[in-house]
């Protein structure tokens, strides 16, 4: 379980840290987790999320175990500039929706002393990373890789297999539309999928 860092806050250093993994692994739950102990601290905090993630309403966060809490839904990354003056943490859910500008957004804020907590998927449903999540944990200070379990093996799954016909990149989605699968499984689905083509 990550422990928060536990520097002095009246001399206030920033950081980045990211929660990523496969869909139904508990990033949106970790991430609400830590921002209710920054809030309990009395430390100031804000959330953010992307106007295309429509699944819940428009200002909540809300994870896969239905825990909830209040964030500001924006178009670009660049909105989040206006609105964290006076905060030290700053929670952003669904980063790999965000446009480019984001990764210079965190650490632009993390050097402004802001403790940035970044969390979203690593992969798209082909397993192929997102640059935005990449770049984000090259340049953080603690990286947390979460997993759901398998349904087809029982192990730790790490990719988000689209059970859905769809080709689109990003497609929202709850449980009809995804499962999170272990390597074995996954490429198995795959390779079951490509000879049926």
């Excluded at 990550?2 to 139904?24: D, Y």
């Excluded at 970790?30 to 959330?47: D, F, K, S």
């Excluded at 340049?139 to 297999?161: D, F, M, N």
């Amino acid at each position: 379980m990550f422990l928060e860092n536990t520097l002095n806050f009246s001399k206030q250093t920033g950081w980045i840290e990211v929660v990523c993994g496969s869909m139904f692994s508990g990033k949106t739950e970790e991430l609400i987790r830590r921002v209710r102990r920054a809030q309990y601290a009395n430390l100031g905090v804000i959330i953010f999320k992307p106007m295309v993630d429509t699944r819940d309403k428009k200002n909540t966060v809300v994870s896969h175990d239905d825990s909830v809490i209040e964030c500001k839904t924006i178009k670009k990354s660049s909105e989040i500039y206006k609105k964290v003056k006076g905060f030290k943490v700053v929670g952003i859910d669904e980063a790999q929706f965000f446009d480019d500008d984001i990764v210079e957004i965190c650490n632009t804020l993390a050097n402004r002393g802001i403790r940035v907590i970044v969390a979203g998927l690593d992969m798209d449903y082909k397993g192929i990373p997102f640059k935005n999540m990449a770049n984000l944990m090259a340049t953080a200070e603690y990286v947390t890789k979460v997993h759901a379990i398998c349904p087809k093996t029982g192990g730790l799954a790490q990719y988000s297999y689209r059970k859905t016909k769809s080709k689109k990149r990003i497609l929202l989605g709850k449980g009809d539309e995804y499962m999170p699968l272990s390597r074995s499984a996954y490429f198995k689905k795959l390779n079951k999928k490509k000879s049926k083509d």
